[in-house]
């Protein structure tokens, strides 16, 4: 590990770990105004949403690392008090990487960057057609974290109006895959928030995991399960009992098997059979079969079926009969 005071860390490499350590961070495409009346457009990464009641984000126009000066958008939003703040798209991220180039304070960024102004309802500054997700938004706090090259300026906004695109719903949630966010990660790095990057954590909420302390030292010290495996266990609320574990594994017939069969049925991440041939192999004594129960209900763990790894995890625990 690296262990370092920040006071002992310029100011460059302190950006450098927070932008790696601190990521993928959502993007913020900020549109503003200046008091003349020229639009601005840039996008910023140390952004997030903070509360409901009322709906509030927040995000930094930071101050120059090169000469502690103070960027457009943050000159506007000083002046006008007003914002529009779109969420970044996978389709429209070379264009809003253009937005971040630091054009005259005369420029029209949405002309450069070719994306396109539509009027808000409620506040001066334009919105992104592109964007599925746009929030016109008031300025309620600008809060300066410095002086210095670097130092941040947390912009607090309250979110006025939402415009979002309907095609973005799935099951009367924004799905993933079909907002298709993007994330800042370090340096040049993104990160697409859609496809094989996402996946689903069950909540915990309302239910009482047993906890790792309970989880049984055998399944704790297998070289099989990962951390996010007993994770899952330790999160179920109760652990079957021993009969229902004698039962369960009574409820598979006798089959052929073999290290080969086995194999084949894991490739399909077929666990029910896995552990059908796992349980057949143990009653012939190999030498693998606890391994092979182990893999199977890792497989049920991967496959989101808990209440199916846990019994057969527990089966790696019965006396094995007499063949
Ligand atoms: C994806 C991305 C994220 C960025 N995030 C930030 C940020 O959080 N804070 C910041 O000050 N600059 C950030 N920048 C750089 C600004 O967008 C850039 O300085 C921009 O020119 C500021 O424009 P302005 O002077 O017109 O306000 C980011 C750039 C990119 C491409």
Redesign the pocket.
Known sequence: MLHVEAKDLSVQKTMSYLLGGVSP?P??L?S?ISKDGIR????????NAFGGNPPTVA??????QRDATT????R?LVDTGECVIQT?TYSMVQQ??L?????E?DVD?FVKCGLTPVKSDLVKPDRVKESPFQMECKVKQIIPLGEGPGS?NLVVCEVLKFHIAEDIFKDGIIHPDLIDTVG?NSANF?TRASGNAIFEVEKPIGRMGVGYDNLPEFIRSSHVYSANNLGQFANSEKIPTKDEVIQFAESFGRIEASEEIFHQHSTHKNYQMMLNVALALRQSKHPKSDTFIEQAAKCALECNDTVFAWKAALCADLPSKEP
Do not use: C, M
């Open positions: 961070r993007i913020a900020a503003t601005n457009l840039s996008p910023f990464s140390f952004f995000f930094s126009p930071s101050r120059r960027k457009d958008t943050y506007n970044v809003v990487s937005a971040s180039t630091e054009y304070s960024e941040g800042r993104y």
